[in-house]
């Protein structure tokens, strides 16, 4: 399998620096965002879970809609430098719209590379990540290493208008896919629209990947998805409640006019000097 492996020191980069390579490559790894101890509470508590394999090979243990798991798991939602980051690029709270577990145990084969946002919805992803703009933040527990089901993406598939980059295609593999790895407590940020997968798991060993999805406030999904359940969400913590808001509300301005009253002549958000923030 081609193997292109990325050598960034993630650590070195500054904020600007991690929103630019999120922004064009369509990936970022932000380090050492979990603690050993921190992890060790979730591998605890996900042995609780009953998980299940996926369609195509049983190597691969998941378990969809972990949110209401309790405990560390359900925390990790409001964790606090993730939220803090998430707000800084989207500008406002996130609001989270997906959250899952996978296991790749040893012989699991790789992933085809495919993208998780898809914009009129489908049969695996539904509408949950049809968002227009979302950020899946993927925590891994173990060491990602180049045995051991490591990353891989083809940078900035997300900015192609080529009928290639329809997001509803896949591929088993490619010439300009790269390979990311990383130390267990880092997490892998991807744009909804770049195609990425894994390698196979040739270790010896499992690698756990607790997977969530988050939007900003106005990019709400094309369809209506289902609320959160409110006796479920009454028993979360107030910062997990904050960043689990009304998956379907967003902001459109469909009737907006040419020159709206109170139209801003400045905005962060959008200039290209975001990427030289501290």
């Known amino acids: 399998m081609i193997v292109n492996p990325v050598n960034t020191d993630w650590a070195t980069l500054a904020l600007g620096q991690q929103i630019e390579h999120l922004e064009v490559e369509g990936y970022a790894v932000i380090p050492d965002l979990l603690n ?14 009953e998980t299940r394999g996926t369609d195509y090979t049983d190597k691969k243990q998941c378990f969809n809609d972990i ?43 790789a992933i085809n590379l495919h993208c998780d946002g ?53 591929y088993r593999e490619h010439p300009e896919q790269v390979m990311v790895t990383c130390k267990a407590g880092s997490a892998v940020l991807i744009n909804q629209n770049v195609f990425h997968g894994n390698y196979p798991n040739q270790g010896n060993r499992n ?30 913590s107030d910062a997990v409640r904050k960043v689990m808001q009304d998956r379907n509300q ?11 009253a109170d139209m801003r002549s400045d905005s962060e958000g959008i200039s290209p000097s975001r990427w030289q923030w501290k």
Request: hydrophobic fraction near 35%; charge should be neutral; charged fraction near 20%.
């Open 67 to 109: 949110q209401w798991a309790g405990g560390a798991i359900t925390e990790l939602i409001a964790h606090a430098p993730m939220v803090t980051f998430l707000h800084r690029i989207f500008g406002c709270d996130p609001i989270l719209m997906t959250y899952d577990y996978a296991c790749s145990e040893p012989g699991c084969p």
């Open 250 to 260: 967003r902001v459109e301005l469909y009737n907006g006019g040419n020159t709206p």
């Open 118 to 170: 898809q914009p009129w919805g489908s049969k695996i992803f539904g509408a949950e990540q049809s968002c227009p703009r979302l950020v899946r933040v993927l925590y891994y527990l173990q060491d990602l290493t180049a045995d051991t089901a490591p990353f891989r993406v083809i940078p900035r598939s997300h900015l192609s208008f080529h009928n290639d980059a329809n997001p509803y295609l896949r």
């Open 36 to 49: 050993p101890d921190h992890m060790a509470r979730l591998r605890i508590e996900l042995t609780k879970i």
């Open 207 to 236: 690698r756990e990947m607790l997977g969530l999805a988050y939007r900003p406030t106005w990019s709400g999904p094309c369809d209506k998805v289902e609320p959160w359940d409110p006796d479920k969400l009454a028993k979360v």
